[in-house]
């Protein structure tokens, strides 16, 4: 069975009422089976906490990943089933992969988290480079599906209607605009 997860660190900028928004747009968007889950024990710190949900034995099956300042705009099904062991989003400003959307087979990305030491964490400005070492062939999702909102939505006011994901990096927040299909 499909997991879609989501993190939500305590003391961060996100509360429950961000992991029932998601969850609200994640029951609207796909058409498989699949259980929520909410990690939200994570004893590190900030982005950092993401890594957890590599933690060996965490999850069965598929897993679809989606960030919290996400906006769902379409279909997930192809999202969850792409053919792919590990497949993530391209960054939108940097070489490597943008971790606010990922899909994996689960224990195929197990070494994240085994291999994770306190060191990363000043080795890597964030999560996103240290999964792109880990995870070096990494497939990445087709351009269009998962979109900036700055780059892709902001400069034109309109979501294109290939997109199925909306991604918020730096401001505004899903939640302060208004999205037009």
């Not at 609207?28 to 259980?35: D, G, H, K, N, V």
């Not at 929520?36 to 590190?44: E, G, K, R, T």
């Not at 890594?51 to 598929?62: A, D, T, Y």
């Not at 070096?136 to 269009?144: E, I, M, R, V, Y």
């Amino acid at each position: 069975m499909l997991t879609v997860a989501c993190v939500l660190k305590e003391g961060g900028v996100y509360d429950a009422s961000h992991v029932e928004r998601l969850r609200e747009m994640v029951a609207q968007a796909l058409s498989i089976s699949y259980r929520f889950v909410c990690v939200d024990d994570s004893p590190l710190p900030g982005w950092w906490a993401k890594i957890s949900l590599f933690e060996p034995g965490r999850f069965q099956g598929r897993v679809l990943y989606l960030d919290l300042d996400v906006t769902v705009t379409g279909s997930l099904d192809d999202l969850a089933s792409f053919p792919a062991p590990f497949v993530a989003i391209r960054d939108f400003i940097n070489p490597g992969l943008n971790s606010s959307v990922m899909a994996w087979d689960a224990e195929i990305a197990d070494h994240i988290h085994a291999g994770f030491t306190p060191d990363i964490m000043d080795r890597f400005h964030g999560d996103q480079g240290y999964i792109t070492e880990q995870m070096p062939n990494a497939a990445k999702f087709p351009l269009g599906w998962c979109i900036s909102y700055r780059g892709s939505v902001q400069p034109r006011n309109r979501v294109p209607k290939s997109a199925r994901v909306v991604v918020f990096h730096g401001r505004p927040n899903p939640w302060e605009v208004s999205l037009v299909a």
